[in-house]
């Protein structure tokens, strides 16, 4: 509550507007504490008066009545006629789009055309003739302003329902034998909640003004009795006469209007989980960089990563998720990082190519070299040039990187245009092509397939062909198959290792598991709290592995046929990246860790390409 209110705040705007509507019903709640006249006691005698008149503050009208007292009472009536209308037709409505959007099927159908046939007429010519049938009176113009709005909910609500009713929370609710009545109360209803606050706070103030509308044309409330719209509807014929005692509650209308739409816009913007985790800031089109200095070029390779640090700047809080790591590959060769979850590797991947989102995420210092040319920094066209063209992605779940709604030959077929002009045709013929490389059987017919349609290991393959899309030469591989089950993990595996060996690709394979690196990879590097602890080529790592948490994590891997063995897990918790301890970051949770471990920086020692980060290594290198 207090971020959504701190989130709330932080747009001006909105502030704004909450103020001035607290202000408004501060005053108006405590009507019966203010020395007021009676809003309705006529003075013939004192008619017109000015503002600032004697006794009368804002001056009376053409029935010598005071006028501040008139518009705080019919302040009052507004609010109260607009939000009640506003919560009946957000209860009425939702419950018919709930309904409607949870049964689906005819029963959808029939209610929403119901629905559908009230949307029809112009909504004030339905509201005037709601109150043509009831008669005029604010109890009547009430019901019209709800009725009217209720399509405009059911709809909303109707869509987010149909939406929410198919997911899978919903199918276990069901097999948990809940019925139908318990489903829509605690599974759908707490998920379309924020939605319905957000449609209401953005209607309310235009129910307030139809309310007053209806009032002005002397449909709602009666004489005597003051709300905004009869008294703007009495003014009207000494409008230019004496124009204040129109421009009071014109003033006050707008006021109301303005403050509750600019607060309602800031609750949407706050509770959209979207614009929230982004605090309302769009994240930049490459990863921001504030570097101190610069880093020579040391090697030739195809691709290396020299002492890149990554932060995140969340609030006060900087979290080091990148920490000095030097990497480098050369063309065929494929270099596995490894390290638990939250160690880093996700982050030094996607700075290569700047696509760390900033806002959080900051390159604070070191260099990555693509065929010599430094990337951090680069210019956004030069890198867009290569992403996806010379340095291409894998990630690992190919169902939330591929659009739902598109074919995967469509896609494929966007990745190879966005940096190959082809005609329709050729780029067909290429998408179908590329699905044959990566062993897509009857790649002809399954090009026209929907991701959906696709088995887990069959969508992988197809990311894998976007990232062959362009002949690139380095893919980097996120976890490609962590996802998937280990017989088509191995056939992923297999077909990643083809792939280098015919075409010459450096690949980059990230993984917490050992069994994949020893499969793959030539040389393996490990990653602990930001930083590469080990290094070197990957049977020596296995053979011998020199840091303990290299040895620990190696250890965790269950062998086949091996015997009964216990599978050692690593006690405690991976550190806190804001609050790294000095000196060595797995001494907490080290059996060796000796009072040296915790002091000053331990370098990567070791001959050339087998390195370990360690005082106490489990072998001399
Ligand atoms: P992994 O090794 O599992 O791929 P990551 O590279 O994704 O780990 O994350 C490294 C660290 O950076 C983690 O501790 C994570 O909490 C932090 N991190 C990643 N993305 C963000 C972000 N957008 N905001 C704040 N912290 C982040
Ligand atoms: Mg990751």
Redesign the pocket.
Known sequence: MSAFLTLLFRNRLAALGAVVIMAILILVLNIPLLPLHDPDVTATADRFMRPFAEGHLLGTDHLGRDLLSRLLHGTRLSLAVGIAAALIAAAIGSAIGIFAGYFGGRTDNIVMRGVDMLMAFPYILLALAIVAALGPGLMNALIAVAAVNVPFFARNIRGITVGLAGREFVDAARLAGMGHTRIVLTELLPNVLPVIVIAMSTTVGWMILETAGLSFLGLGSQPPQADLGSMLGEARSAMISHPHTSIVPGLMIFLIVVSINLLGDGVRDALDPRLRSGALSRPRATTLVKRHGDVPPTTDDLLAIQDLHTE?H?GKRN?R?VDGVSLAVKPGECLGVI??????????ALSVMGLV?SP??VITGGAVRFQGEDLIGAPYESLRQKRGDRVAYIFQDPLSTLHPLYRVGQQLAEAIRSHDSLSKAETRARAIELLNDVRIPNAKSRVDDYPHEMSGGMRQRVGIAMALANEPDVIIA?EPTTALDVTVQAQILSLLDDLRRERGLAIIF?T?DFGVVAQLCDRVAV?YA?RIVEEGPTQAVLDAPAHPYTKRLIACVPELGGGRRELAAIPGLPPV?DDLPSGCAFAPRCNKAAKSCRQGEIPLQGPALRTVRCLFPERTL
Do not use: Y
């Open positions: 995140f969340v979290l998720a390290g638990e979850s939250g160690s880093g590797k996700s982050v030094t989102a959080p995420g996120d990230i917490h990653m930001g990246l």
